[in-house]
């Protein structure tokens, strides 16, 4: 397992964690500043700025991009909206090469509006990824299957496990992976195993922050590394066992605390924290 203590060459700051104070242009400069070396990015934030700018900005801060969020969305309760989904996924692996992300994110949706079905948003899921696969595929652009946790499931992803995901990877095939996120991940009584049968491969990314105890909102009260229950350097160690060498992406959603904190701030004690607990 590498050591993180040294220093910060594998830090990745996902913008979502400073994306209340900071413009994309903004957020590539303070990252930079104190020595990130990796940036997640959002399609909101990209398209404020403009793909080309951005991925001048990014050439010049010497950034890497460790994904860009997000694709997915698939399930809907017609035929038009699983188009329009399909549709925009492809905008989004455009963007995505647009400013050289090493894989698009995909939150891959939950119920279709009015739906109980959850199998069927399933299989609706599996679909969609398979509908735009070859054209990520000829972008050479992976996919990455983010699994969310269940709470999850009915608004914003019906892909809750690793091995769903896992199992996604092997009925669709080459160009789809993985991003692992502790956040959704750290429950899973087969986690180790998951992680083990995805492989070098498959994982496309590695997500930090921690669980909150209590939480106080579904969404929006992610913790620092350190500040909650999560064991992030077993999950690292389990990762790096089965091969992944690449970024830990801090993704911290937080309206009360780290949102409104000085985003200097927020940045040094990603670093601190990335140095000391991840
Ligand atoms: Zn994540």
Known sequence: MRDFSRGIEWL?????TTRAQWSLEQAIAGYARQDVRGIAIWRDKLAECGVKRAATALRAAGMTVTGLCRGGMFPAADQAGRQAAIDDNRRAIDEAVGVRAQCVVLV???????SKDIAGARGQVRDGIAAILPY???AGMPLAIEPLHPM???DRACVNTMKQANDLCDELGEGLGIAVDVYHVWWDPE???EIRRAGKTRILAFHVCDWLVPTTDLL???GMMGDGIIDIPRIRG???DA???GFAEVEIFSANNWWKREPEEVVRVCAERHRSVV
């Open 12 to 16: 990745s700051i996902n913008q979502a």
């Open 108 to 114: 891959v949706g939950g119920l279709a509006q009015g």
């Open 136 to 138: 990520a595929r000829a």
């Open 152 to 154: 999850y499931a009915a």
């Open 191 to 193: 986690l180790e195993r």
């Open 220 to 222: 929006l009260d992610r």
């Open 238 to 240: 389990w990762v790096e």
């Open 243 to 245: 091969g992944y060498d």
